[in-house]
């Protein structure tokens, strides 16, 4: 009891030194923007709301369209979700995640910790943390216009039927012709994901790199594949050309797309890099261990 009612009194005080500053400062047109996005249930619904509400307590402007720091209330699955909403404005947009089910490699921030994230967002100037992306261009036999996307985790290429058999090129040079059921490509902070199911290596977000893992290679006297992860640097190009006139299934995250007449699939780190908002430490290997060793 004691500790909330110490949350109140700060929560008023401040409350009241951010209305001073914002009559002060009238027409100035100074207050951070931000947006809420949610999971979706129940739980992850009501704490939106309240963040929400407390930050323009704190005289904070909402704007869906063009926000300065994006929170995300769910899981990873939600900040997935808000990084694809918001990847126009990554220059512009910084992240920060509040988990509401199980340990997040994004979301930092537990529900009983909200007012101490509003008071952060509100008062503290946020250290600004970057992790490289994955650009994803996909070119047609037919030509046109190229599709070009952006992962936060991961791409993975299968065959819509049957096996995939993909010329793989590396840095303009042909490296092997993979068979198999599909290939995974992925960012470092996804790397804990699809990628380490597949038996691939977990890669520090500091690494501006991708990794491409095997998913059931097929390796017998007439077919050969390395048969390990690759992890390509941010100057290396990744290229996969379609042995057979095949439909494929893409995924970009959570999205899943079909392709057809794909002449090539392009997959390098992107130019643009996914910003998140620390207002404290979040040590990676801390949440590796927490997520999959730790009793």
Excluded at 138 to 158: P, Q, W
Excluded at 242 to 248: A, G, I, Y
Aim: proline content about 4%; overall charge positive.
């Amino acid at each position: 009891m004691r500790k909330c009612h110490k949350f109140v009194v700060k929560f008023k005080r401040l409350k009241s030194y951010f209305l001073a500053k914002k009559i002060l400062n009238k027409g100035m047109g100074d207050e951070m923007k931000f947006a809420v996005t949610s999971k979706g249930d129940e739980k992850s619904d009501l704490l939106a709301s309240k963040m929400k509400t407390y930050l323009m307590d704190f005289l904070l402007e909402y704007d869906e369209d063009q926000p300065e720091i994006v929170i995300s209330v769910g899981g990873d699955g939600t900040l997935l979700y808000a990084f694809h909403r918001y990847q126009n404005r990554l220059k512009d947009t910084a992240f920060v995640g509040v988990h509401t089910g199980h340990l997040g490699f994004y979301a930092d921030w537990v529900p009983d910790e909200i007012e101490k994230l509003v008071i952060a967002i509100a008062k503290t100037p946020y250290q600004v943390v970057e992790y490289p992306l994955l650009e994803v261009i996909i070119r047609h036999n037919s030509g046109g216009r190229e599709a070009r996307y952006l992962a936060l985790n991961e791409c993975t290429v299968k065959s819509v039927e049957g096996s995939l058999v993909m010329n793989l090129e590396i840095r303009g040079q042909g490296f092997e012709i993979f068979r198999g059921d599909g290939l995974c490509i992925s960012t470092p902070s996804g790397s804990t994901a699809y990628n380490k199911a597949l038996g691939g290596a977990i890669l520090h977000p500091s690494i501006e790199a991708v990794q491409i893992a095997e998913m059931a290679s097929i390796n017998n006297r007439v077919f050969r594949t390395i048969g390990s992860p690759l992890i390509l640097p941010s100057h290396h190009t990744c290229l996969l050309k379609p042995v057979n006139d095949v439909d494929f299934q893409i995924t970009i995250d959570h999205l899943t797309l079909l392709h057809k007449d794909v002449k090539s699939i392009q997959c390098r780190v992107a130019k643009e890099k996914i910003r998140f908002a620390r207002f404290r430490p979040f040590p990676f290997w801390k949440r590796v261990r927490d997520s999959f060793i730790a009793e």
